[in-house]
């Protein structure tokens, strides 16, 4: 099992910026990945950013060179800067973990930009 705890979403004007947490409750050695995924009402949940345990990154092209995904090994904490928002990056923003073959999602964090 991991617990995920999500942090620093809010209301922020076109432009602006944030930055997202994601505690988890074991040690990053024991989880393949770990990323963000986002959903817009009434849209499906979508990918954002991943980290491997590796450290290999992976992003959305909606969001490549505005976003970046990083990770604190010593707090199991991943984090995602959040530049040049846009309002359509309005969305609950999603921390999730693979197991293996298992997934765990955080309780979403509201990001809505206004323009």
């Known amino acids: 099992q991991v617990q995920l705890v999500e942090s620093g979403g809010g209301l922020v004007q076109a432009g602006g910026s944030l930055r997202l947490s994601c505690a988890a409750s074991r040690s990053f050695s024991s989880i393949n990945r770990m990323g963000w995924y986002r959903q817009a009402p009434g849209k499906q949940r979508d990918m954002v950013a991943t980290v491997t345990s590796g450290g290999t990154t992976n992003y959305a092209d909606s969001v490549k060179g505005r976003f970046t995904i990083s990770r604190d090994n010593a707090k199991n904490t991943i984090y995602l800067q959040m530049n040049s928002l846009k309002p359509e990056d309005t969305a609950v923003y999603y921390c999730?973990?693979?197991?293996?073959?298992?997934?765990?999602w955080g309780q979403g964090t509201q990001v809505t930009v206004s323009s």
């Open positions: 999730n973990a693979r197991v293996v073959l298992s997934l765990y």
